[in-house]
T-cell receptor, first 112, second 113 residues
Framework: DGGITQSPKYLFRKEGQNVTLSCEQN?????MYWYRQDPGQGLRLIYY???????QKGDIAEGYSVSREKKESFPLTVTSAQKNPTAFYLCASSSTGLNGYTFGSGTRLTVV | SQQGEEDPQALSIQEGENATMNCSYKTSINNLQWYRQNSGRGLVHLIL?????REKHSGRLRVTLDTSKKSSSLLITASRAADTASYFCATGPSSGGYNKLIFGAGTRLAVHP
């Protein structure tokens, strides 16, 4: 079945530690996106990538980094510079043209 | 920046009733989409309406778009307990390129048996 897989489902980070969230899709979608969702709020765009080896900052990129070395993969690193990383992180992908997004099931990151 | 604002923030109804959620946005758009999110899960795409369309149906869902008022509504008819979820509108930019969506804060719908 085609889809988008995020791992891990739950992640705990210590203060000052970098962590990487995985996002893999087998839908052959060109574009991939990372969103952050805080409790009771909407989604805010962190980074997006329209093509391999290229990505752009979204509205809240500070303290985050990404890479897009393969079409299928778009990992997100939450660095120690992100002061309030506790949130629900959602990865999505889309094909060219006017289409909806396919979302992963999310990673819940907690700072301990 | 959040483009869309849903109204109401929360809605509580009985099974069988209709549920109407509204979305307002600020700038010109190419398309508007509605998504559903069950608690703690990812979003699921429900319906897409283009800026030159006024109404669209999908099963028990009916979406309207009024570009002059910069608003959209999602109607769920004959609601079921399984419709309990948060519903988000998302707008796509009017300029070209990939459809980079901006999401609103969502409406939390509770359908009681």
């Amino acid at each position: 079945d085609g889809g988008i897989t995020q791992s891990p489902k739950y992640l705990f980070r210590k203060e000052g530690q970098n962590v990487t969230l995985s996002c893999e899709q087998n839908l052959n979608h060109d574009a991939m996106y990372w969103y952050r969702q805080d409790p009771g709020q909407g989604l805010r765009l962190i980074y997006y990538s329209q093509i391999v080896n290229d990505f752009q900052k979204g509205d809240i990129a500070e303290g985050y980094s990404v890479s897009r070395e393969k079409k299928e993969s778009f990992p997100l690193t939450v660095t120690s510079a992100q002061k309030n990383p506790t949130a629900f992180y959602l990865c999505a992908s889309s094909s060219t043209g006017l289409n909806g997004y396919t979302f992963g099931s999310g990673t819940r990151l907690t700072v301990v | 920046s959040q483009q869309g604002e849903e109204d109401p923030q929360a809605l509580s109804i009985q099974e069988g009733e209709n549920a109407t959620m509204n979305c307002s946005y600020k700038t010109s758009i190419n398309n508007l989409q509605w998504y559903r999110q069950n608690s703690g899960r990812g979003l699921v795409h429900l319906i897409l309406i283009r800026s030159n369309e006024r109404e669209k149906h999908s099963g028990r869902l009916r979406v309207t778009l009024d570009t002059s008022k910069k608003s959209s509504s999602l109607l769920i008819t004959a609601s079921r307990a399984a419709d309990t979820a948060s519903y988000f509108c998302a707008t796509g930019p009017s300029s070209g390129g990939y459809n980079k969506l901006i999401f609103g804060a969502g409406t939390r719908l509770a359908v009681h048996p």
